[in-house]
C-alpha cells in the first residue's frame, strides 16, 4: 500500500518543480485574462498566456535578444500588473472552475509531477530544446553553442514554460512541460463539459453555443469532473504515454481544439449578428494560433485547414456575410502569421540545420503513394474511436453543403476540413520528406493524428450533447453528478502503477547509469554504448546525460549487425576511448579481447591498447 502511495507523491524536490509551474501558470493565466479582454472565455486564459509569451519570445530573438530572463522577467511584470485590471474589474482573477477542476484532477497533476522522461525523443529533442534555453538563456544563434537537439531549428514554444520555471527553481525542471500538458488539458475539459452541460440543457439548438450561454453554466464540480473525464478516459486521443512526456503533441492537440472552438463560437455569433462578439472571439482564436504556431512548424498547416474551413463556411451560410468574415479573419490569422514569419527570419539567419526540409523530387515516393495510403488506412482501423467520429465528421460535413443545419453543420464542416487537410498533408510529407525508411510504414501516423484530438472531443461531445438533449431530456440525477466527482479522483490513483509507467527497471537502471557515467567521464573522452539486444530506447536516456560531458556518444543497437569486424571498425573510426556494455555477446568478446560475467553493465575504459573494466553494474531485476 505505501509503495503504491509512493508513486502518487511527488518527492520534496519534485514539489518544488510542481509549485514553480504552478507559479508560471498563474502568471500566464494572468496575462491571458488581461490580453483576452473583457468578454473573453475564461477557460482559455492558460492558453491566451501562453500565446502572448510564445509571441514576446519569438519577437525578442528575431530582434537579437540574447537574455531571455530578462524576456521572463518583463512578461511577469505584465501579468501581474494584467491580473491587478482583471481582478479589479471582475472581483476576481479567473472563473472558478479553473480552480476546481485543477483541485478534482490533483491526482493527475501529481503524478505528472513525479514522472521522470522516458520516451525516445523527449530525449532526443524536446528536452535538449528546453534544456539549451536554460543553460544558454536563449534560443540557439550563430554565436551560440550548438544544440543537441534532432531539429534546433523547431520552434520553441513548448519549452518556455520549463524554461521560465527552471529560472524560478534555479535548477532544471526536468518533467515541467509535462505537468503543464495535464494543465492545458484540464483547461480544454472545463470549456468542453460547459458545451455539453449548456447544449444538453437548452430547448433548442438555434445558433449553437454562444458566450451568453456557456457563461450561465456554472462550472460546479460534477462540471468540472465531468471536463477532467472527458479530457482522459472519455477522450479517443488520450494516450497516456504521449500525454505524460515532453512531447508537444498533446498540447498541440489542446491548442488546435481551442482555436477550433472559438472559430466556431465566432462563426455562431456572427450567425446571430453578434459581430462584437464575434470579433472578440476571434481575438481569442488569434492568441490561441499565436500559441499553436510556437509549438510546431508544421502547426500552420492547422491554420491553414482553419482559413479553408472559414472559407467554406462563407460560402455556404447565407447568415455569415464576406465583410465581416475578413474582419474576423484578420484578428485570427495575422498576429500567428507574424510569429511565424518572425522565427523563420531568425532561422534564416541563426540555424543552418534541424528543419523539416523536403527531399529532392528525384526521391519523392510517388509510385508507392498506394502502399503508404494502404498503411495509413491499417493504422486507422487500429483506432477505431479516433477514425469513426472523423468519419461522421466528414460525412456531415459533406452532407452539409446541401442540407445545412446552424451549428451541427457548421462544427462538422470545420472539423472535417481540418482533418481531411491534415491528412492529406501527412500523406503529401510521407511522399516527398520522410524518405522510404519511415514513409513506407506510415511512421507515427496515428501520434500525428493526435494533434487533431481536442478538434474530435469538440465535435464529439457537441453531437453527444445534442443526442442527449432530444433522446434523455432533462438534468442528469444528481448520483452522477457524485459519480463524476468520485471516478476523477479515484481513477488516477487505482490506476497509479499503470499510469508510472517511468518506473520500469530498464527506465530506472539507464536513469542512473546515464547519471554515473557522466561524472566518471571527462570532456575530452569519446564513449561508445552498446545494448545489442534492445532497439536504443534507453541508450537515448544515457545519451541525454553524457553529450555535455563528453566529446562524442555512439550507440550500437539491435539495429546494428554485430560482428567483431564491424565493432573493431567503429572503435578505429570513431577513436572511442571508453565503452559501455549492457549484456556480453560471443562478438563483443572476440573484438575486444576480454571476458566478463553476462548479467551485469560494464564501462570499460581503453589502456595500451588493450580493453580495461572499470566499473560495473548489476543488470535490474524484471
Known amino acids: 500500500m505505501l509503495s503504491h502511495l509512493n508513486l502518487l507523491i511527488p518527492s520534496s524536490n519534485e514539489l518544488g ?39 514576446a ?74 534544456r539549451y534555453l536554460f543553460e544558454h538563456d536563449s534560443v540557439p544563434r550563430s554565436d551560440l553553442p550548438r544544440s543537441f537537439a534532432v ?34 488539458l484540464l483547461s480544454f475539459g472545463l470549456l468542453i463539459s460547459r458545451i455539453i452541460v449548456s447544449t444538453a440543457s437548452r430547448t433548442s439548438d438555434g445558433a449553437g453555443p454562444t458566450n451568453d450561454t456557456l457563461n450561465a453554466t456554472r462550472a460546479g464540480w460534477a462540471v468540472c469532473a465531468l471536463g477532467a473525464l472527458a479530457v482522459t478516459i472519455l477522450n479517443p486521443t488520450y494516450v497516456t504515454r504521449v500525454v505524460f512526456s515532453a512531447y508537444a503533441d498533446a498540447p498541440t492537440g489542446v491548442l488546435v481544439g481551442f482555436a477550433a472552438a472559438l472559430v466556431w463560437l465566432s462563426t455562431n455569433a456572427l450567425a446571430i449578428d453578434n459581430e462584437d462578439e464575434a470579433r472578440s472571439l476571434a481575438w481569442q482564436a488569434g492568441l490561441v494560433s499565436m500559441a499553436m504556431i510556437g509549438l510546431k512548424q508544421v502547426n500552420i498547416v492547422f491554420l491553414m485547414a482553419l482559413g479553408l474551413a472559414l472559407s467554406i463556411l462563407v460560402l455556404r451560410d447565407p ?3 464576406w465583410k465581416a468574415t475578413a474582419r474576423l479573419a484578420a484578428r485570427i490569422f495575422l498576429l500567428p502569421l507574424i510569429v511565424y514569419l518572425l522565427w523563420k527570419l531568425h532561422v534564416a539567419f541563426h540555424i543552418t540545420e534541424g528543419d523539416f526540409e523536403f527531399l529532392p523530387y528525384s526521391e519523392w515516393l510517388i509510385r508507392e503513394i498506394p502502399q503508404i495510403i494502404a498503411r495509413m488506412a491499417l493504422i486507422a482501423s487500429k483506432k477505431g474511436g479516433y477514425f469513426g467520429v472523423m468519419t461522421i465528421a466528414v460525412v456531415a460535413g459533406v452532407l452539409a453543403i446541401w442540407r445545412y443545419r446552424g451549428a451541427f453543420s457548421r462544427l462538422a464542416i470545420i472539423t472535417g476540413t481540418m482533418f481531411l487537410s491534415y491528412n492529406f498533408f501527412l500523406l503529401f510529407a510521407y511522399v516527398t520528406a520522410f524518405g522510404s525508411g519511415e514513409a513506407l510504414y506510415a511512421a507515427s501516423y496515428w501520434r500525428y493524428n493526435t494533434h487533431l484530438g481536442g478538434v474530435c472531443l469538440l465535435f464529439a461531445a457537441f453531437s453527444a450533447a445534442l443526442l442527449w438533449r432530444r433522446y434523455l431530456p432533462g438534468r442528469m440525477p444528481s448520483w452522477a453528478h457524485m459519480a463524476a466527482i468520485v471516478l476523477v ?25 546515464g547519471r554515473a ?34 566529446a562524442l556518444v555512439d550507440r550500437v543497437t539491435s539495429w546494428n549487425r554485430l560482428t567483431p569486424e564491424s565493432v573493431r571498425k567503429r572503435i578505429e573510426d570513431k577513436q572511442i576511448s571508453h565503452i559501455w556494455l549492457y549484456d556480453f ?20 575504459r581503453k589502456d595500451s591498447g588493450k580493453w580495461v573494466p572499470e566499473e560495473s553494474w548489476p543488470h535490474p531485476a524484471e
Request: proline residues 5%.
Open 151 to 184: 531539429f534546433p531549428a523547431y520552434p520553441y514554444g513548448n519549452s518556455l514554460v520549463a524554461f521560465m520555471a527552471s529560472r524560478v527553481t534555479g535548477a532544471f525542471v526536468i518533467n515541467a512541460s509535462t505537468i503543464f500538458s495535464v494543465l492545458l
Open 517 to 550: 557515467l557522466a561524472d566518471r567521464l571527462a570532456a575530452g573522452d569519446r564513449i561508445l554504448l552498446v545494448d545489442a539486444s534492445d532497439n536504443g530506447q534507453y541508450l537515448i536516456i544515457m545519451r541525454y546525460h553524457l553529450l555535455p560531458v563528453t
Open 17 to 55: 518543480g510542481l509549485t514553480a509551474v504552478l507559479a508560471v501558470a498563474v502568471l500566464l493565466i494572468g496575462l491571458g485574462a488581461f490580453a483576452g479582454g473583457p468578454t473573453r472565455r475564461p477557460e482559455g486564459d492558460l492558453v491566451f498566456g501562453l500565446g502572448i509569451a510564445v509571441a
Open 57 to 130: 519570445f519569438t519577437l525578442a530573438a528575431s530582434i537579437g535578444v540574447t537574455h531571455f530572463t530578462a524576456v521572463a522577467a518583463a512578461l511577469g511584470l505584465g501579468a501581474c500588473a494584467g491580473a491587478t485590471v482583471v481582478f479589479r474589474r471582475n472581483g476576481r482573477l479567473t472563473d472558478p472552475g479553473v480552480v476546481r477542476i485543477a483541485l478534482v484532477a490533483l491526482p493527475l497533476i501529481a503524478i505528472a509531477a513525479s514522472m521522470l522522461p522516458t520516451q525516445w525523443d523527449e530525449f532526443s529533442h524536446w528536452l535538449a530544446h528546453a
Open 319 to 321: 447568415a455569415i456575410r
Open 489 to 513: 479522483i479515484a481513477l488516477p490513483v487505482g490506476m497509479a502503477k499503470k499510469l508510472r509507467f517511468d518506473t520500469h527497471p530498464r527506465y530506472q537502471y539507464a536513469w542512473e547509469t
Open 585 to 604: 555477446t560471443p562478438s563483443l568478446k572476440q573484438a575486444l579481447g576480454v571476458d566478463l560475467k553476462a548479467s551485469r553493465s560494464w564501462l570499460l
